[in-house]
């Protein structure tokens, strides 16, 4: 039997063992996988929260939206933690730490994402309800003064 408490001490060597293109990566490739994964829930959220759209529980249901989903989750990741990571780095040098530090960092990285985040979702949502199919991309020209064209029109 041990005697005693067992203390264990938090090291953060595995820090200085990964360069920070390392971390990026990892944080990058996390959020793109967990979104992923969690499609399908988004997919049928989405469209019970639709007025007007049918919920068609089919495969075909589950990936409607997937590619923009996929494609922008990664560099949304690595942008919010690039953001999370120099906002903690700044707050360190001055010696900012603690519970609200780690709050605002991670406040700063989430604005900073949703540079993509923001244009992710509306692209996403609209192709999970049935909005645009994935490959609908508006073309836009002038067609009279002030009017905007798409290929919807033609």
Known sequence: MLSGPVVVKK????????????RLIAGAAARGVAQTVLHPIDVLRTRLQAKGVEVVLSPETFVKGIAPQFILAF???????????????????LNFTGGVAEVLCGAAGALAASIVRVPQEVIKQRVQVGAHSASDTPRESQSGPG????????
């Not at 090291?11 to 390392?22: A, G, V």
């Not at 009017?147 to 033609?154: G, I, P, S, Y």
């Open 11 to 22: 090291s953060d060597e595995w820090k200085k063992q990964m360069l920070f293109s390392e």
């Open 75 to 93: 560099p949304a990741g690595g942008i919010q933690f690039a953001a999370y990571e120099w906002s903690k780095a700044k707050c360190a040098a």
């Open 147 to 154: 009017r905007r064209h798409t290929h919807a029109d033609e």
